[in-house]
């Protein structure tokens, strides 16, 4: 069975850093890239970044970029979304999920980031 | 970047009728190699996204035949032959070209 398991989020204060962690079980992790998603109740689902399978490429969506890094560790199946310098409007639940442009696709369950003062 | 624009973004409608999604996409999403990526997702109360249609019109293992994506260049539309009382939900368009982006959603209820 397919599994994609978050972790890590919770409340954190504006300007604080958090790393959230994606577990892979089920599939073979190493050969798919993989994004992250995230939604709001206002903003439905944003597309955060995405991965190559080795590691090699990295795209983010203009919001994030030079503050968020994606990464992760084929190893151990794991997928990772390091954020800094957070901001209240980063508040979100956030998805990870394998490549959607694949014929297999799957997403986690997600993950609460709060950021409030 | 590119924007997808869903159409509408509210739509009844009644148990066993027809309903037809539309996005757009701010430029054409067909890559160098040919391929479009072009998904529909739809997504259930409190559960997480569920991806129904792949590359414009490949439906996923497991989506009931009702559902079927069509388009091409930068206009697609997601339809529902017949729909049931649990297509209810909120389906979204993402493109997977550039990058990626979701269209902002189209609430489906029953009348």
């Known amino acids: 069975e397919v599994q994609l398991v978050e972790s890590g989020g919770g409340l954190v204060q504006p300007g604080e850093s958090l790393r959230l962690s994606c577990a892979a079980s089920?599939?073979?992790?190493?050969?798919?890239?993989m994004i992250w998603v995230r939604q709001t109740p206002w903003k439905g689902l944003e597309w955060v970044a995405n991965?190559?399978?080795?590691?090699?490429?990295?795209n983010y969506v203009d919001s994030v970029k030079g503050r968020f890094t994606i990464s992760r560790d084929n190893a151990k199946n794991s997928l990772y979304l390091q954020m800094n310098s957070l901001r209240v409007e980063d508040t979100a639940v956030y998805y990870c999920?394998?490549?959607?442009?694949?014929?297999?696709?799957?997403w986690g369950q997600g993950t609460l980031v709060t950021v409030s003062s | 970047d590119v924007v997808m624009t869903q159409s509408p973004l509210s739509l009844p409608v009644t148990l066993g009728q027809p309903a037809s999604i539309s996005c757009r996409s701010s430029?054409?999403?067909?890559?160098?190699?040919?391929?479009?990526?072009l998904n529909w997702f739809q997504q259930r109360p409190g559960q997480s996204p569920r991806r129904l249609i792949y590359?414009?019109?490949n439906r996923d293992s497991g989506v009931p035949d009702r559902f079927s994506g069509s388009g091409s260049g930068t206009d697609f539309t997601l339809k529902i032959s017949r729909v049931e009382a649990e297509d209810v939900g909120v389906y979204y368009c993402?493109?997977?070209?550039?990058?990626?982006?979701f269209g902002q959603g189209t609430k489906v209820e029953i009348k």
């Open positions: 590359q414009v019109s």
């Open positions: 999920a394998s490549d959607p442009n694949s014929d297999l696709h799957y």
């Open positions: 430029q054409s999403l067909v890559r160098s190699d040919g391929k479009t990526f």
């Open positions: 089920g599939f073979t992790f190493s050969t798919y890239w």
């Open positions: 993402m493109q997977g070209t550039y990058g990626g982006t």
């Open positions: 991965i190559k399978s080795d590691g090699s490429a990295k």
